[in-house]
Antibody, heavy 120, light 109 residues
């Protein structure tokens, strides 16, 4: 069965950096696009970033463009999100989600999320 | 960017009742590429519906989706106790960005 396990969350000061990981199993990771989606405390879902199956195309929400970088290691079935210049408004649970296809579609499986808290 | 507006914000119903949730798009959703997700408290979202009306694998048939262009709905024919949750619509027809509605909470009356 498909499993997505996020890690790397924690407490970081404003302006700091954090790298999230998402370990994937139960499917052919290299054949599917992957997303990061976040949810601020008590709020709704916000799409953050997408990477195509082969890493050739990456897209970002305007709110994180220039600060966050999505990447993947298909040899290790792992998705990453490098977050720099963090702000208080980046505080959220970050989910990785599997795309139904290789190039950007709907999200058919989600991880349980990892909490990022940006606070001094 | 397509903005999705869900209504109502909260729906208060009893088990066994019918629930109808709405999602309106600021412009037509290409190919009716609209999905619905369910999120229970403290859990990750779960895909219910894609392509406006196709149930995802393992989703009970009491969940149904309909609509086209800018107006979509999710209907739960008879609410079970486990259906009380927050529901989000999402469009993937004009992405990036992938956008979500703000959510509808279905609570026990």
């Amino acid at each position: 069965q498909v499993e997505l396990v996020e890690s790397g969350g924690g407490v970081v000061q404003p302006g700091g950096s954090l790298r999230l990981s998402c370990a994937a199993s139960g499917f052919t990771f290299r054949s599917y696009g992957m997303h990061w989606v976040r949810q601020a405390p008590g709020k709704g879902l916000e799409w953050v970033a997408f990477i195509r199956y082969d890493g050739t195309n990456k897209y970002y929400a305007d709110s994180v463009k220039g600060r966050f970088t999505i990447s993947r290691d298909n040899s290790k079935n792992t998705l990453f999100l490098q977050m720099n210049s963090l702000r208080a408004e980046d505080t959220a649970v970050y989910y990785c989600a599997k795309d139904r296809l290789l190039g950007g579609y709907y999200f058919d499986y989600w991880g349980q999320g990892t909490l990022v808290t940006v606070s001094s | 960017e397509i903005v999705l507006t869900q209504s109502p914000g909260t729906l208060s119903l009893s088990p066994g009742e019918r629930a109808t949730l709405f999602c309106r798009a600021s412009q037509s959703v290409n190919n009716n590429y609209l999905a619905w997700y369910q999120q229970k408290l403290g859990q990750a979202p779960r895909l219910l519906i894609h392509g406006a009306s196709s149930r995802a694998t393992g989703i009970p048939d009491r969940f149904s989706g309909s609509g086209s262009a800018t107006d979509f709905s999710l209907t739960i024919s008879r609410l079970e106790p486990e259906d009380f949750a927050v529901y989000y619509c999402q469009q993937y027809g004009s992405s990036p960005p992938w956008t979500f509605g703000q959510g509808t909470k279905v609570e026990i009356k």
